[in-house]
């Protein structure tokens, strides 16, 4: 019934992926009673549509040898996913509510696993393993070492006749990353279209059908489709949730495969479920989100995030990292490939910004860092993103007022807050309590880092439809507003 | 492509919707290109699997007539919504990446406005409407004013003949409440099971497959089916995307249609973007989200929200309501009815609650207000939804100790922001540095309600699967915390 499905399987018979065999159990059984109540659609035909091949084994409850017979079929078909339909009934009769839900929610009971210990004639305790069991499967462990050594023996064969292949494929299998990658870091907002030779072997990925606003294409790889299943760019169409499941299942697979996946900040919405599963099963999935503000102008507030960054920033177990430049944007990308084990949202403007003097990738890598700074500050400017470049103006107008100013670049939260508590200091001296934030974005949360006497200027309201700087004056993101908070808390100093 | 497409369509074919007629401009062009390279389904053969009817006009440019003759027979079926597939060409020959963002992404440059000027002939300045132009359209004006002269008398007999369902009916046009309905009110948090006769008579709505456990079913009335189109328990299925967006559609048919759908917390991120457009929209969707924290135990963090209460407080124009107890469920209620161009997200627990002693549905209006307290109190605690409970423990042990404590429940911070400066002054004293804030989820976003000196007490990683009071004990959200918070909060300030 999950839409998702829809987008996957649509995929799925697009690429005609022969090795994937699905199976259904049309028990029609949910939880809130029998699927007729919600789902009357023709599923076969549905998959059939898709592109996949369809079997129906109409006794699923004791039709062994349809199910093996299903299932030798399935493995037949080489250029099309089999979906194979069982149907099957829960014995219960017709299915009603309290049946459904025990048969999804709950374990068996004692009493029932009682019953089940008599039919099957199992006397033992509970994790107890008999021996001739235990001998029986440990027939495996010899047939293992021998798989094992002839795969090792085919694999040395390999490496010495394509030595630069095998390299590759250990890259990926391993997880290690070859030397000089860093050297292969995009330096500018165009991204990975700049990923030369060197980039780690395991990167691939695309865009929601917007791969050329995302500027997330690798222009050395062509398009990865059935027939061309070595190329790197991959075309998911407008299927966000299927997107970043997708590239979960690829992070998942080897620790060498580095998935990436592109759309608009504000449509992480769509597929903010896969994003949690990255971040809770540890999938080091990169996640592009250009247009990461009002500044991607005319299109209006459907596509303008305000509360996207905080919603990320409060999430678990992923970097919301939101480059300021071409250098901040470089170090972005590192950390992103460094961490495997956590998903990174990029998160970069749609508007065409300036090289700033004092960024830095190592920078990048300590979460927040100081971009300018006169020494002893009395008040501290932070920016983020396209509102570095405000906060930095603005620091330069109060420098020549003679002002004792600080620009910090909070490019990513989460890493900052793990360094350690003089290097924080170092950025954010408590003894400053006159801190502006700005960002094109909710100050949800900005509290914490500018404190009770600070000010977060942001937006807590929709967007609108216009040109990008008008709506930037509009909602008061400015180097005036910056300056304005700036001497007001300046003056409450003094 | 989108998968929402498909739950909402599953729907629509299963509910029958013969009335509904989709054009599906089969114009082979995506943004990135032509859509074989991500979109090579059967797009009619799906549709007739979910239960559609499908015309396919094959000369969409120029087949006027045929595209008039698909739209008599669509409306010629009356039990099934109808797709009419219109295949066209955009006249730029096969289409290429920059001919269909052209046709995507941008207007008409002057060049081709002129082109289009001279085809139609049309001489005039932008914007003007020519006199034979609108004495043409001004007959309308007539034929409209007999419409509804003719639509007043119908509407006077009906009222003549059913006053009881005429009233009810101006309910659903007006958005007017019948008086009264806020006795209807469920005083517990199973909810509008309880909601009787008076209740408002636009709503409507269901769960994605887990009514029993949202406990959203409206007892007195049976399930909206194909041949029970008056009843009002919408079976959603497992598609939690398509739930919010028809919930969307049938808030904004009528001023008086109140839709409320339902699912875990968790699974908002399914449906976050049309909740977005809820909010967006002025839609006053009505989302009952049940199993709010780490309490629902067993399910682990999968089912575990973290950090949704926060991303939803982030987001501008919906209510996060996290009531306590019975009466501030109630409130609950009531608010989010009466926003009708606000949606509300009513966060509930898994876990069965005690009524709380300074509770009440006034108190919820205001968004936080004061449960317990001494006068001039040392400290505050302050706590949402389940961990309200755990607050006022400690505040009664902390008073037992000779503390001067209060404890505010904080239930709904949006609405709490908008109460006046003395209001919110009453509640929060700018002198009570010493706040303790609890609740079973992320902190982020609490630094502007316990300020710099307070502490927050929260979750800041994914949940486990474990009992709900145990999960409680080991991530700290707990009775002894709050109190050593506030001892150590209590000894600072002395």
Redo the contacts between chains.
Sequence with gaps: ???????AC??A??WGLGKLIAFYDDNHI???GD?E??????????F????WHVIWVKNGNTGYDEIRDAIKEAKAVKDKPTLIKVTTTIGFGSPN?ANS?SVHGSALGAKEVEATRQNLGWPYEPFHVPEDVKSHWSRHVAEGAAFEAEWNAKFAEYENKYPEDTAELKFIITGELPAGWEKALPKSLSAKSQCSGNCPPGLLGG?A?????NMTLLKMFG?F?KNTPRERNV????????MAAICNGIALHSPGLIPYCATFLV?T??M??AM??S??SEAGVIYVMTHDSIGVGGNG??HQP??HL??F?????ILTIRPADGNETAGAYKMAVINRKRPSVIALSKQKLPQLPGTSIEGVEKGGYIEITIPVPDVILIGTGSELEIAAKAGDELIKEGKAVRVVSFVCWEVFDEQCDEYKESVLPAAVTARVSIEAG?T??W??IV??KGIAIGI???GASAPAQKLYMEFGITIEAVVAAAKELYMLSF
Tied chains: 1, 2.
């Design positions: 019934m999950e839409g998702i499905s829809n987008e649509s995929l018979g697009h949910s939880i809130d699927t109540i919600a789902f009357t659609e023709n599923v076969d035909t549905r059939e549509a898709l592109g509510k839900y865009s059908d917007i791969t050329s606003s398009d489709q075309r998911f169409g407008a299927r966000e949730h299927g449509f919405d769509y903010r479920a949690r599963l971040a809770l507030p459907t305000i509360e905080a919603s920033r409060a999430m678990p177990n909710s949800f949360g509290e914490k404190g009770d807590h309201q929709f």
